[in-house]
T-cell receptor, first 112, second 113 residues
């Protein structure tokens, strides 16, 4: 079965510090991978998606970047965090038909 | 722009009652999905309904889709305390959704014991 791992679960970082969040998927090959952010009390905003190694599509301009160095690894990064980067970050992959999405457990990022 | 919009934003009912949540969307779709999120957790896929389907059941869940009105509803029958969560509808960005889903802001459901 497919599983998705995301870490860390919580993170408190000072403004201006770098960020690296990692997501890995098991039990599938060549998955479509996604990073979402959820602000408090809000819906999810798609940040990046990737259909293959080295292929990254950005949905919104921001202070963040994503990379896919391996087939089942998706990394969300920032060189210098802003207060507005605080939120709940979720990694997801798209399942085989009928194409629901499986989400990781999320990372709660607080920038102070 | 927001594709899916759920209403109500919050719903509180007694255990055993039925809960109905609605979702409206703006553009043509080929499927619509519902997800549940427990507080501080990731989202769990509940059900996917295709554009050529009008109703779908899964356990205590019943989803309807009206493409002419661009709306969907999620009914949870015989609610339980464990159903307390936020519920989101989501539609593909395009086509089958390989480029991601657009989510509404969700309905926060509270089941009173």
């Amino acid at each position: 079965s497919q599983t998705i791992h995301q870490w860390p679960a919580t993170l408190v970082q000072p403004v201006g510090s770098p960020l690296s969040l990692e997501c890995t998927v098991e039990g599938t090959s060549n998955p479509n991978l996604y990073w979402y952010r959820q602000a408090a009390g809000r819906g999810l905003q798609l940040l990046f998606y990737s259909v293959g190694i080295g292929q990254i599509s950005s949905e919104v301009p921001q202070n963040l970047s994503a990379s896919r160095p391996q087939d089942r690894q998706f990394i969300l990064s920032s060189k210098k965090l802003l207060l507005s980067d605080s939120g709940f970050y979720l990694c997801a992959h798209r399942d085989k038909p009928p194409y629901g999405y499986t989400f990781g457990s999320g990372t709660r990022l607080t920038v102070v | 722009s927001q594709q899916g919009e759920e209403d109500p934003q919050a719903l509180s009912i007694q255990e055993g009652e039925n809960a109905t949540m609605n979702c409206s969307y703006k553009t043509s779709i080929n499927n619509l999905q519902w997800y549940r999120q427990n507080s501080g957790r990731g989202l769990v896929h509940l059900i996917l309904i295709r554009s050529n389907e009008r109703e779908k059941h899964s356990g205590r869940l019943r989803v309807t889709l009206d493409t002419s009105k661009k709306s969907s509803s999620l009914l949870i029958t015989a609610s339980r305390a464990a159903d307390t969560a936020s519920y989101f509808c989501a539609t593909p960005h395009s086509g089958g959704g390989a480029d991601g889903l657009t989510f509404g802001k969700g309905t926060h459901l509270i089941i009173q014991p």
